[in-house]
């Protein structure tokens, strides 16, 4: 490919356009200058080349961050991360958790915990958004925010649900202090490799090229962590719609449609205090 054609595609379109025509405006007011023809007052000329000579410019420059800034989520695409974890904490995790809730012979349903006047309900998955949801430190922060207090709706409690022909899965209960409903309820610590993923990516900006600069690694990163998340989340909706498909034709008491509840970790209180009626 020639220099001039690598040009004309990496040029965007709206920023030559208006480079072009600030050059042609200046070439006009020059030769006015020199000729003095036409015959009229065009002081005017030298402000509009300024302008679209500036507009041009930031025009190209703002795209081509753009496209900088884009370029990280194609980068992320071979290796498939959003697929993995989905797929991993959904046969690890999900699966077997919400497969147990519908056995009603299981084990788990007559755990002492369970104080004799509750009944697991549900389970609640509550899947971060923002870069400080991600940490599994800040998640305990979350699971006060309704387990907490003389006026929290829960109280919860760390159980262990035996699987068999497998390890047991350890994980957490709530509890409603008002009625008779129990949810299980977690936050995937497995997203939080995301925010290094993306981190990992984004710093390639500055080791790749000079011109790079921290708040385009700050957008690279929060770019690549919002795409992957997303990734996750319907990755999951596809298998949790198989699920719920296969299931509500099995004969059953509750479909896993009814046990299964994914929510932004914000919504995650009020999932559950909708799903407890408080």
């Known amino acids: 490919m020639s220099r001039w054609k690598i040009i004309l595609r990496a040029w965007p379109p709206a920023g030559a356009v208006l480079v072009i025509l600030s050059f042609l405006v200046t070439a006009f007011w020059l030769w006015h200058a020199i000729t003095g023809s036409p015959d009229w007052e065009l002081g005017w000329l030298e402000p509009l080349a300024g302008f679209l000579a500036g507009a041009g410019a930031f025009i190209v420059a703002a795209i081509l961050i753009f496209r900088r800034v884009d370029h990280a989520e194609a980068e992320t695409t071979p290796y498939g991360l959003a697929r993995g974890l989905a797929t991993g904490y959904y046969f690890?995790?999900?699966?077997?958790?919400?497969?147990?809730?519908?056995?009603?012979?299981?084990?788990?349903?007559?755990?002492?915990v369970l104080q004799e006047r509750h009944q697991i309900e549900g389970l609640v998955v509550g899947l971060p958004q923002d870069l400080e949801e991600f940490n599994p430190d800040n998640h305990p922060e979350v699971y006060d925010s309704f387990s907490k207090g003389d006026r929290a709706p829960f109280d919860l409690v760390s159980i262990e649900i035996v699987i068999p022909k497998r390890r047991p899965i350890y994980t957490k209960l709530a509890l409603s202090k008002t009625c008779s409903t129990a949810l299980v309820v977690d936050i995937p610590t497995t997203?939080?490799?995301?925010?290094?993923?993306?981190?990992?990516?984004?710093?390639?900006?500055?080791?790749?090229?000079?011109?790079?600069?921290?708040?385009?690694?700050?957008a690279r990163e929060q770019n690549v962590t919002n795409k992957q998340t997303n990734q996750f989340k319907e990755v999951l909706n596809e298998f949790i719609e198989t699920v719920n498909t296969v299931g509500s034709k099995e004969q059953r008491t509750r479909s896993p449609a009814c046990v299964l509840h994914v929510v932004p970790v914000k919504r995650l209180a009020r999932r559950m205090d909708e799903l407890a009626d408080h």
Do not use: C
């Open 92 to 112: 690890n995790y999900i699966r077997p958790v919400v497969t147990t809730i519908l056995d009603t012979e299981h084990t788990l349903h007559q755990d002492p």
């Open 191 to 218: 997203l939080s490799v995301i925010p290094d993923f993306a981190a990992f990516f984004a710093e390639q900006e500055l080791a790749n090229s000079a011109g790079a600069d921290d708040g385009v690694v700050e």
